[in-house]
């Protein structure tokens, strides 16, 4: 590989349509995250007992816990 300058984008990143864009990447991005973290928190929730010393009613304050803080 050589070295030298970098090419500089030929994009503006401050021109407005790519600052749109951009953030509409991100937000898309954002909103399939968050989508993934919820079906993992679900799936660990269902799953709860399965974890050695937590029984049905430690499952059940667990999961009480969880729709306290984050359910709406």
Known sequence: MK?????????????KEVL?????GFEIGAKQQ????IKC???LLDR???IHGIGEKTADK???MFLI???K
């Open 48 to 50: 709860v007992e399965e």
């Open 20 to 24: 749109r864009a951009y953030n509409r």
């Open 3 to 15: 070295k030298g300058k970098v090419k500089p984008s030929p994009f503006d990143p401050l021109d």
């Open 41 to 43: 928190l679900i799936d």
């Open 62 to 64: 667990i999961r009480e």
């Open 69 to 71: 803080r984050f359910g």
């Open 34 to 37: 968050r989508e993934s973290d």
